[in-house]
């Protein structure tokens, strides 16, 4: 396989820097991690010195290479029940709207649904998501066709296992992180306690204690609202937070859904376990659930990424929204707008949501990490004029999927002129539409 150089009007690395490379190219190697970033005349020789004779194939696309954006959080086969129960309090839309269809979606039912969710993000230019869900293998056979890259955590609910045997499930998670754990192919395992309103403390320590030992992450919805919040306190006599800590949960690589009503005790402890936030704001307004205190989570150190939720309470999986609204609720309930800049939400949606989600190598354009990379068109009126100055405040604020034009992940291009070249997208629709169909209908 020939280097690929990718040209770019402008390349963004997405090291945190704010650092806007003009004329830059960024150069795959054979086994699909970037060889170099740079600027295009300067990579050209430095090649020609190091590679004397060897052929490059030079792809000029114009436009803004990135990073691929990371979604820390998401429940993609939801997709099947999109925008499902409006109108109604989590705990309510919950019960009533989503689970009694959840129960019914059989294994080819999510695999359709996770397709299509894959399909919608990588052309959105989402290269990868952290997915809450169950029939895991058919989560993961989806995303093998569509190309993204994938961290698959089952999710563990205590109405749904079995006669409530937790530890035959945490068995079949293990199982299922020996057998699918493969990183170099795009695909990751980790763990997935629902809650601590679903599940005891002592069964999200164990299936914790299970994470920790095979070096997963745990992904666990945590004060999600002011309602499981009260109700876990009621029964347990103290926050979520606090029983993650008191029965060790804290002692796993910890990424926690949403945090809307975390207090400062709570944030501490977060910060000194090393846990990371998917901040879900669309979601949680939508929801009424409230907004995350993310300026303060920053502060106390503790990493936050960004997520979409699941398709029934976003209700598209378009990234780019999420990291528009982020520094706009932080900036509008702070009154300041320093408190989170362009460049802070950048890292949000692409260094720090794959950190969060446990990958040290995406989510930045640089020598070593995978190449995910996308390609934003700049020749549209929202973009018009942008200069180096302005183009990151550009990306936040104006930016949306619908401009994204190519997508690479690992090397390998799977949105290829706004066209998803890795599956019939019509094909995937309608198969979505009649599992819909068959779903509304089944008893």
Partial sequence: MTTVRL????????EGDGR????GAVEIDQDGRIAAVGVESELVKAFELSHPGEAVNTIRLGGVLMPGLVNTHAHTPMTLVRSVGDGMPLQRWLAEAVWPLERKMGADAVRAAMVLGSAEMLSAGVTTSCEMYLHEDAVVDAVAETGARLVATPGVIAGLVPGNDIGARVDEIVRFHRSHHRPAQRISVGFAPHSLYDLSPTQVSEIAQAAKASGA???????ETEAERDEVMAKWGTTATRLL?????LEAKVLAAHGVWLDPTDQALLADAGASIAHCPQSNLKLGSGVAPITSLLAAGVNVGIGTDGPASNDDLDLWEEMKLAPLLARGISRDPTVMTAIDALSLATRRGAKAIGL????????GAWADVIRVNLDVPAFTPVSSETLLTALVFSGSGRYVTDVWVAGQRVVNASEISTLDIDAAMSAVTAASVELHQTG
């Avoid at 040209?7 to 997405?14: I, K, L, N, Q, S």
């Avoid at 992450?217 to 004060?223: A, G």
């Avoid at 800590?245 to 949960?249: D, F, K, L, T």
């Avoid at 040290?360 to 020598?367: M, N, T, Y």
Wanted: proline share 6%; aromatic share 6%; no cysteine.
């Fill in 217 to 223: 992450i745990l992904h666990i919805h945590l004060e």
């Fill in 360 to 367: 040290d190598d995406v989510g930045e354009l640089r020598p």
């Fill in 20 to 23: 806007v490379i003009q004329a």
């Fill in 7 to 14: 040209v770019g009007d402008f390349v963004v690395p997405g």
């Fill in 245 to 249: 800590s008191e029965y060790g949960a």
